[in-house]
Nanobody, 114 residues
Framework: QVQLVEFGGGLVQPGGSLRLSCAAS????????MGWYRQAPGKQRELVAR???????LYADSVKGRFTISRDNAKSAMALQMNSLKPEDTAAYYC????????WGQGTQVTVSA
């Protein structure tokens, strides 16, 4: 069974940066569009960035210009570089495929606060 593991979250001040990583067991990366999702307390989970198997990217307006998604198919790994963080970026962040979702991992908490 495929497992998704996210890590790299933490507490950061507004304007700071964090780099999230996602590792997946199983051969899911090579042919799937992958995405980073986030869920803030009391809100629905939202897709903030996606990347195709070929490397094309798409971002939600709320993170465009601040976040960068990347992937390494050979390592079945994906990353999200987050710069210029804002308090409204505070959420649990998850990786998953886009479309036909896999079981969710535990996520990694990002808290942006002074």
């Amino acid at each position: 069974q495929v497992q998704l593991v996210e890590f790299g979250g933490g507490l950061v001040q507004p304007g700071g940066s964090l780099r999230l990583s996602c590792a997946a067991s199983g051969s899911i990366f090579s042919s799937n569009t992958m995405g980073w999702y986030r869920q803030a307390p009391g809100k629905q989970r939202e897709l903030v960035a996606r990347i195709t198997s070929g490397g094309s990217t798409l971002y939600a307006d709320s993170v465009k210009g601040r976040f960068t998604i990347s992937r390494d198919n050979a390592k079945s790994a994906m990353a999200l570089q987050m710069n210029s963080l804002k308090p409204e970026d505070t959420a649990a962040y998850y990786c998953n495929t886009v479309g036909r979702l896999l079981p969710w991992g535990q996520g990694t908490q990002v808290t942006v606060s002074a």
